[in-house]
């Protein structure tokens, strides 16, 4: 069973769109994160919840909005995608938010055109 | 300054020998410190997590850290053609919610 799943894995859109990546954890950790890695491989945190609670907001465009139904769940939107909106982007999961291993899913590639 | 600075390389070792990367990070509150491969199209994977002053070993993996100097290393020995791949350094500072991640430096194992 993969411990962190993300779907779609590949998404290819226009620009102005919206769209939504899922993601889901079954490691029973209460923080989850959403990374972005760009064309430089540079990884980069968005958000991060614990316990459903958004505790970081990495000064991430209003355009982007993330949702914790429950902690094992951290779903994004994007809305009015934007060319520079296209890079890899990853879900991950820890216990606790301060230090300990994160875990990640296998990652989104989301190509604007 | 970057928080956490790494070469992104490309460092080329021969098959057999030992690679060496290396992390320097920004914040002497910095308490805990973790070394991630990612492959190629791949998603990061922990490798070794290191706390304390010294050196910690695991396999053919040991990660040195020395907090005064503000730096962390990553060994490998016996560097094989399959530790080819990105690794990178990331750092979480006491009383932050969050882990910082360098850019990477890229491995390469010549066969």
């Known amino acids: 069973d993969t411990a962190v799943s993300q779907t779609p894995k590949y998404l290819v859109t226009q620009m102005g769109n919206d769209k939504s990546i899922k993601c889901e954890q079954n490691l029973g950790h209460d923080t989850m994160y959403w990374y972005k890695q760009d064309s430089k491989k540079f990884l980069k945190i968005m958000f991060s919840y614990n316990n459903k609670e958004l505790i970081i907001n990495e000064t991430v465009p209003n355009r982007f909005s993330p949702k914790s139904p429950d902690k094992a769940h951290l779903n994004l939107h994007i809305n009015s995608l934007e060319l520079g909106d296209s890079a890899v982007y990853f879900c991950?999961?820890?216990?606790?938010?301060?230090?300990?291993?994160?875990?990640f899913g296998e990652g989104s590639w989301l190509t604007v055109v | 300054q970057k928080e956490v600075e790494q070469n992104s390389g490309p460092l080329s070792v021969p098959e057999g020998a030992i690679a060496s990367l290396n992390c320097t990070y920004s914040?002497?509150?910095?308490?805990?410190f973790f070394w991630y491969r990612q492959y190629s199209g791949k998603s990061p994977e922990l490798i070794m997590f290191i706390y304390s002053n010294g050196d910690k070993e695991d396999g053919r993996f040991t990660a040195q850290l020395n907090k005064a100097s503000q730096y962390v290393s990553l060994l490998i020995r016996d560097s094989q053609p399959s530790d080819s791949a990105t690794y990178l350094c990331?750092?979480?500072?006491?009383?932050?919610?969050?882990?910082?991640f360098g850019t990477g430096t890229k491995l390469q194992v010549i066969p």
């Open positions: 991950a999961s820890s216990q606790g938010h301060s230090g300990n291993t994160i875990y």
């Open positions: 914040d002497r509150g910095s308490q805990s």
């Open positions: 990331a750092v979480n500072v006491r009383g932050y919610q969050k882990v910082t």
